[in-house]
């Protein structure tokens, strides 16, 4: 069964500085697409950064990077230079059809 | 462009009693797929709708049920409401042949059930 587990409930990272973000998952699959979304307290999902299984190359999206190690199953998010606007909910999802999310990482800035 | 839209923002129940919470995709996409998200937790699969059929289903009950319309909205039913019913459930639309390149997320509909 595919599983996604994020292991850190709750972050904080000065602003400016860089933060890692931590996700391992489970999975039989050889292609599928991994995901990082963001989700302010207006609720609403924001697709921080995608990643397809296949290819080796990490995603990067401005100041948000992905490192993914596919054989060790594990798919972190690096954030740059933190912004106040970067405090949020972020939850790492892979997708097969269908997403599976992980349980979310708190994440605060402080100023 | 309007995105994901979804009604009503909020709503307050009686355990069981029956609601239907609705959401209208974004421009061009075809499939909507629905998630319950629980309160400190990550959004769960429910079921997806494409071409006004249940294509996926989660580990859901029967009493939760759905429906797509032909211009491709749809609704979310959930009969005999439960305490544990209360959550964010969040409406998702892709399109079939990009499912991958990821789905736009509407704002939710907060459910509170009494």
């Known amino acids: 069964a595919q599983t996604v587990t994020q292991s850190q409930p709750e972050m904080s990272v000065q602003e400016a500085e860089t933060v890692t973000l931590s996700c391992t998952y489970d999975?039989?699959?050889?292609?599928?697409?991994l995901f990082w979304y963001k989700q302010p307290p207006s609720r609403q999902m924001i697709l921080v950064i995608r990643?397809?299984?296949?290819?080796?190359q990490n995603a990067t999206e401005n100041r948000f990077s992905v490192n993914f190690q596919k054989a060790a199953k594990s798919f972190s998010l690096k954030i740059s230079d933190s912004q106040l606007g970067d405090a949020a909910m972020y939850f790492c999802?892979?997708?097969?059809?269908?997403?599976?999310f992980g349980s979310g990482t708190k994440l605060n800035v402080k100023p | 462009d309007a995105g994901v839209t979804q009604s009503p923002t909020h709503l307050i129940k009686t355990r069981g009693q029956q609601v239907t919470l609705r959401c209208s995709p974004k421009?061009?996409?075809?499939?909507v797929s629905w998630y319950q998200q629980a309160l400190g937790q990550g959004p769960q699969f429910i079921f997806q709708?494409?071409?006004?059929?249940?294509?996926q289903r989660g580990n859901f009950p029967d009493r939760f049920s759905g429906h797509q319309f032909p211009n491709y909205s749809s609704e979310l039913n959930v009969n005999a409401l439960l305490l544990g019913d209360s959550a964010l459930y969040l409406c998702?639309?892709?399109?079939?042949?990009?499912?991958?390149?990821?789905?736009?997320f509407g704002s939710g509909t907060r459910l509170t059930v009494v």
């Open positions: 990643q397809e299984a296949y290819k080796q």
């Open positions: 999802a892979y997708n097969f059809n269908k997403f599976y």
């Open positions: 709708y494409y071409e006004e059929e249940e294509r």
């Open positions: 998702a639309s892709s399109r079939a042949d990009r499912h991958n390149y990821g789905y736009t």
């Open positions: 999975t039989s699959e050889s292609d599928y697409y």
């Open positions: 421009s061009g996409h075809d499939t």
